[in-house]
């Protein structure tokens, strides 16, 4: 019987659909990489990151935005994953990377930043300037609804 918490949780069969559904994800961005809508990258961001204590993600991308890799860069708690910019901007260096997007979800379902998400962001964009790397967005996914940080001028 799954645990009652004010938000919707999911059953183990629930999960293990949830988790026959990212293989599926990630063979089909294995071959087919270049992320070509916006539609495509919050489908993928909400199917990557979903589950019930955060985990932060990086996609990071070469010049053509075709995927090199989605690196699951951390995972915390219900309410806090800890982000260090520069393991963010060193990893896309290994990787050859010419931009990144970074991804992580809020389980409490609220897809809305705090100020600590904010001030993060912040730093990995000033990494990435100093290194000639693009940051695309910081997406935050929630029950439903995911938030891009660009698209609220956040910075």
Known sequence: MPRR?????????EQATVF???????R??????????WTAVMDYC????????????????DRKNR??????LGTGTVDHVPVYPRE??????DLNASALI?????PSGDPEPSD????????VQKACQALGLVLHDHIIVGAGREVSLRGRGDF
Not at 28 to 37: F, K
Not at 46 to 61: D, K, N, P
């Open 116 to 123: 600590t998400d904010i001030a993060m962001t912040k730093e």
């Open 67 to 72: 995927l090199i890799s989605d690196e699951r």
């Open 46 to 61: 909400a199917l990557s990151v979903m589950g019930e204590v955060e985990r932060f993600h990086v996609l990071y991308l």
């Open 88 to 93: 963010v901007v060193r990893r896309a260096l």
């Open 5 to 13: 918490t004010g938000r919707v949780e999911l059953t183990a069969s």
């Open 28 to 37: 089909h961005i294995n071959r087919n990489p270049v992320l070509t809508s």
């Open 102 to 106: 970074l991804v992580h979800n809020h």
């Open 20 to 26: 026959a559904a990212r293989e599926i994800l990630s």
